[in-house]
């Protein structure tokens, strides 16, 4: 089995080193050049802002039509029988002349080039991995499983929780799978034993040694890897009844299924009525940004919930252990195993999740600056690529390597600047040269160029009552005129949350102060009566 772990800090060389520092050293030279051409050739500077803001101001147009599109496909494929499909899949034959026309193009292609594994094969894993969540928020995630529209007793579920997590969570864990053991196919809760050597404490170590045990359930049960799709859940994760469903469709029909992993879309939606305005505001972009990445599969990455093929995860050796943000990285772990070939194929069926709420206002506030750090610590992934795209020796295309590198490190440079040089960079001409007639107009001209740009929020608006799921009986009809007014926040989260986030974690990254810990984000939920109560154990 070849290796491909992130390396110990103590054996990462300068060139190593060098390419973590990078994308923090382009960052903070990006956000202080506005200033230094201020200073030194104004014209430059002015002329420089300009680009820069019409350069942002299409991609705001095209990405509000990006989220039209995925929201449109979202809705689309949520009214699919996919279980028809299914049977389509195993007969060979369309039974239906108002099947999608996709599906026909599908149908024929198998029909010339099988790819081996027919949907009754199909079994499915889920691991949920736990740490300090009570039975409230994991037993929906559990019921959410059970509630597919899928054959239960062809669903293994593994509850992965930590030693760490103490004799409480180790007794509810196994209640748990004893009050689900006779539904599914398979149920165990599995416990990752604390202090394993050379591991960050985080999700990756936990789900790795589920995989690990799920490995040896299927050789038992005698059932090929190949046939089993392994799909992480976080503890509050629910899939879409239809998931497990358009899952097994999609990995039915694709060519060489095992290069491929499966992304969801991720909605951040379960408690969205009850968090605070900043917060709907951020998991609402977050839900859009998601539907965004869906329809650019070049960009697509795994993130939180996704599914990959156990006898994938099985030559990958499962996920890394030396990570906080395993699901992102996974894409890379498997795209340099198998030398290249390996994408993400998005599956447009949502996984709902909580919007960040904890017990307090300010512990709210701060629990999502962390959570959209350890998120930026995919930076961290930077150098990694580097070391095996490049300083290692390896069969890849140098073309295809370039191409996603760039891509990676422009996506966090532009992460951690772009809203704040939006924000500041018209502004310094005119500051230290007032007499200058190009440098006076620049923030006019910026001013013009962002209200048009802002004006695509009312999309944003329209779209995110469309996401909203029904609004619990405590609250009056004055809770959607909030729902409304919470996008003049738009500016604030993405400037003190999703830059600062960014600049941190890069920052971190240049000094050598790594995130050694996967912070787990409180649970909380709110009461008919208003309280707010902690759902995890501190």
Not at 393 to 403: A, E, G, H, L, R
Not at 466 to 481: A, D, F
Request: proline share 5%; charged share 20%; with cysteine.
């Amino acid at each position: 089995m070849k290796h491909f772990e992130i390396p110990l800090v103590a054996e990462r060389n300068g060139a190593y080193k060098f390419f973590e520092k990078l994308p923090g050293l382009l960052s903070w030279t990006i956000l202080i050049l506005p200033l230094v051409l201020a200073l030194t050739n104004v014209r430059l500077a002015a002329y420089l802002m300009v680009a820069y803001l019409l350069l942002w101001f299409f991609k705001a147009l095209a990405l509000n039509v990006r989220v039209l599109q995925g929201f449109s496909t979202l809705k689309k494929h949520e009214k699919v029988h996919w279980q028809e499909l299914i049977d389509d899949v195993t007969t060979g034959r369309l039974a239906s002349k108002d099947a999608p026309s996709w599906h026909a193009n599908n149908l024929r292609r198998l029909a010339d080039t099988p790819n081996g594994i027919t949907p009754r094969e199909v079994v499915h894993a889920v691991i949920i991995a736990t740490y300090n969540e009570t039975r409230e928020v994991l037993e929906p995630t559990i019921k959410a499983v059970l509630n597919s529209d899928y054959d239960a007793k062809k669903i293994i579920l593994i509850l992965a929780y930590e030693e760490r997590g103490g004799e409480a969570v180790d007794a509810q864990a196994k209640q748990l799978m004893k009050d689900y053991s006779g539904i599914f196919m398979y149920a165990e809760a599995v416990k990752h034993p604390a202090n394993m050597p050379n591991e960050v404490i985080g999700k990756g170590g936990n789900i790795t040694f589920a995989g690990k045990r799920l490995e040896q359930i299927v050789q038992k049960e005698g059932i090929d890897p190949a046939h089993v799709l392994v799909t992480t859940l976080d503890s509050d994760n629910r899939p879409h009844p239809q998931y497990l469903a358009g899952l097994t469709y999609v990995y039915s029909v694709c060519h060489d299924p095992s290069y491929l992993s499966f992304q969801p879309i991720p909605m951040f939606t379960n408690n969205i009525w009850d968090v605070p305005a900043l917060m709907r505001v951020i998991a609402t972009s977050n839900s859009f940004w998601m539907l965004v990445q869906g329809l650019r599969p070049h960009m697509l990455r795994n993130f939180s919930a996704h599914a990959q093929p156990l006898d994938a995860l099985i030559r990958t050796d499962f996920w890394s252990t030396r990570t906080i943000v395993e699901d992102g990285h996974q894409f890379w772990r498997s795209y340099f195993a198998f030398d290249g070939r390996h994408e993400v194929v998005p599956i447009f069926l949502p996984i709902y999740q909580d919007a960040v709420l904890a017990k307090g206002y300010k512990r709210t506030l701060k629990a999502q600056f962390i959570q959209i750090r350890r998120w930026a610590w995919g930076a961290s992934d930077i150098a990694y690529v580097a070391n095996y795209g490049y300083l290692k020796k390896n069969k890849m295309s140098k073309v295809d390597v370039s191409f996603k590198f760039l891509r990676l490190l422009e996506g966090h440079v532009s992460w951690a600047t772009a809203p704040l040089i939006l924000l500041y960079g018209a502004l310094l001409p005119s500051l230290f040269h007032s007499k200058d007639f190009l440098a006076l107009q620049l923030p006019q001209i910026a001013s013009y160029i962002q209200t048009i740009a802002l004006s695509t929020i009312f999309l944003s608006m329209f779209l995110s009552f469309k996401i909203l799921p029904p609004k619990p009986e405590r609250y009056k009809k004055h809770r959607n005129v909030l729902m409304v007014l919470q996008w003049v926040l738009l500016p604030v989260t993405t400037i003190c949350y999703s830059s600062f986030a960014a600049i941190n974690s890069q920052t971190r990254l240049i000094f050598g102060r790594y995130l050694g810990a996967f912070d787990v984000t409180e649970k909380a939920v709110k009461t008919d009566d208003g309280t707010v109560t902690s759902l995890t154990d501190k």
